[in-house]
């Protein structure tokens, strides 16, 4: 996540304290989107604390290189997917590992990614847009009772079927190409939501980026081997804003506490109610931590 203006990083202080960060070392921040995250463990790392910064979204890693570039060679930005952090750190090991799990504002703020339907824009919701199906090819090529099941897993919407229904309907009308479509073939179709505040189309568009960018593929193994980086004594933190993302890091932090790490965490940490009144968008996030145990 990122410091631009408009762009709050979620947890800031509970990850710092979370993953020790003292001056000097080697820390990484696996999807350092604008850079929020990356600055606060560059300044409590300082003055000769160095980063790897990696984020598989070019258009936004190019933000983060201008809000870092005060700190010159310190941080070494590389567009990359975090479950890739190992061949990144060429064989050194990493004194603290961050990976914040959440979309980035600008890629909301931006009408062209489609990712948000507050202004109209392409349904794309790629993070790399240099390939891979969009969300208007899964909206207009997936069956039916296929598209239901995923707005059900990954959006967790209980009216699913009747959304999906509704989207089959359109599509053989009109293909769906825009976000302000898409998001009105939604709340028509879906019943007033429970939450205040929270548009009917929410979790329809979170299940379809979720598809889109794979985000929930092998993510237990890929926080395994991110732990495998870190050397004794350092820390893993996960920041989930999704059940499924906090279930995985909660599920692959048991497995390693079987093998020499201490989950720090017994619970997530969530915000404290006067950051999320400062930025509801952290309402969700959950932070799990973990470290290696020092050598012995």
Not at 111 to 140: H, I, K, Y
Not at 182 to 205: M, Q
Not at 260 to 285: D, I, M, Q, W, Y
């Amino acid at each position: 996540m990122g410091s631009d203006a408009g762009h709050i990083p979620v947890l800031v202080r509970e990850t710092l304290e979370l993953l020790a960060v003292k001056p000097g070392g080697l820390w990484v921040d696996g999807t350092v989107g604008l850079g929020g995250h990356a600055e606060a463990l560059l300044r409590a790392s300082a003055p000769d604390g160095r980063l790897l910064g990696l984020d598989k979204d070019g258009e936004t890693l190019e933000r983060a290189r201008e809000t870092l570039a005060s700190f010159g060679d310190r941080a070494r930005l590389e567009q990359a997917d975090f479950r890739e952090i190992e061949g990144h750190l060429g064989g050194e090991r990493a004194d603290g590992i961050l990976l914040d799990l959440g979309v980035s504002s600008a890629q909301l703020g931006a009408p062209e990614r489609g990712f948000s339907f507050q202004a109209e824009g392409p349904l794309d919701m790629r993070m790399d847009r240099s390939g891979g199906p969009t969300a208007a090819d899964l909206v207009n090529r997936m069956r039916e009772r296929d598209l239901a099941d995923l707005i059900h897993e990954y959006g967790e919407e209980p009216a699913s079927r009747r959304i999906a229904r509704a989207i089959a309907r359109a599509r053989d009308e009109e293909p769906i190409r825009t976000t302000t479509r898409l998001a009105e073939i939604v709340r028509r179709a879906a019943p007033r939501s429970r939450r205040p505040g929270l548009h009917p189309a929410t979790r329809t568009f979170q299940a379809l980026r979720i598809r889109v960018n794979r985000e929930l593929e092998g993510l237990s193994p890929a926080f395994e081997r991110a732990a495998g980086c870190l050397r004794p004594g350092g820390r893993l933190a996960v920041i989930a804003f999704h059940s499924l993302e906090d279930r995985a890091a909660k599920e692959a932090f048991r497995s390693l506490a079987a093998q020499g790490f201490r989950v720090l965490t017994r619970k997530p940490v969530r915000p404290a109610e006067p950051e999320v009144h400062r930025n509801p968008r952290a309402r969700s996030a959950r932070l799990r931590a973990i470290a290696r145990e020092e050598a012995a």
